[in-house]
T-cell receptor, first 113, second 108 residues
Framework: DGGITQSPKYLFRKEGQNVTLSCEQN?????MYWYRQDPGQGLRLIYY???????QKGDIAEGYSVSREKKESFPLTVTSAQKNPTAFYLC????????????FGAGSRLTVL | GIQVEQSPPDLILQEGANSTLRCNFS?????LQWFHQNPWGQLINLFY???GTKQNGRLSATTVATERYSLLYISSSQTTDSGVYFC??????????FGEGTQLTVNP
């Protein structure tokens, strides 16, 4: 079955540590996205990538970094510079121009202790 | 950037009731999608509807792009319809801006 796999599902981290969230898709989609969701709120865009080896900042990129070395993979690193990293992180993908429907992974819940 | 406002923020229904969720946006868009987020956090696309009307079973959606709003109709609601409904809009092919969502609770 095609889809988006996010791992880990739950992650605990100590303050000051970097952590990397994995996002892998086998849909052959061109574009990939990372969103952050806080309790009771909507989704906010962190980073997105429309093609391999290229990515753009979203609305809340500070304290985060990404890479897009392969079409199917778009990992997100939450760095120690992110002041309030505890949140639910969602990865999504979209096929490409002319096909705008977003498909989401199941999410990764990060808690900073 | 574009602003998205959803109403109502919370809605409680009895099973079998109908409901209408609204999404207002501040600028012209060429991409509008409705999503349902289940209690485990998974988001599922319900409709891609930048304009016009679509129906899928008990759900239907209408977007009036010239007046900058979209409506999601849920008929004969079931407990499994509970969750958060999000509207997301975009002015280019690359990114969407999400509203704050409508939390729907359907009681048996």
């Amino acid at each position: 079955d095609g889809g988006i796999t996010q791992s880990p599902k739950y992650l605990f981290r100590k303050e000051g540590q970097n952590v990397t969230l994995s996002c892998e898709q086998n849909l052959n989609h061109d574009a990939m996205y990372w969103y952050r969701q806080d309790p009771g709120q909507g989704l906010r865009l962190i980073y997105y990538s429309q093609i391999v080896n290229d990515f753009q900042k979203g609305d809340i990129a500070e304290g985060y970094s990404v890479s897009r070395e392969k079409k199917e993979s778009f990992p997100l690193t939450v760095t120690s510079a992110q002041k309030n990293p505890t949140a639910f992180y969602l990865c999504a993908s979209r096929q490409g121009s002319g096909a705008n429907v977003l498909t989401f992974g199941a999410g990764s819940r990060l808690t900073v202790l | 950037g574009i602003q998205v406002e959803q109403s109502p923020p919370d809605l409680i229904l009895q099973e079998g009731a109908n409901s209408t969720l609204r999404c207002n946006f501040s600028d012209s868009v060429n991409n509008l999608q409705w999503f349902h987020q289940n209690p485990w956090g998974q988001l599922i696309n319900l409709f891609y509807i930048p304009s016009g009307t679509k129906q899928n079973g008990r759900l239907s959606a209408t977007t009036v792009a010239t007046e900058r709003y979209s409506l999601l109709y849920i008929s004969s609601s079931q407990t499994t319809d509970s969750g958060v409904y999000f509207c997301a809009v975009g002015t280019s092919g690359s990114r969407l801006t999400f509203g704050e969502g409508t939390q729907l609770t359907v009681n048996p």
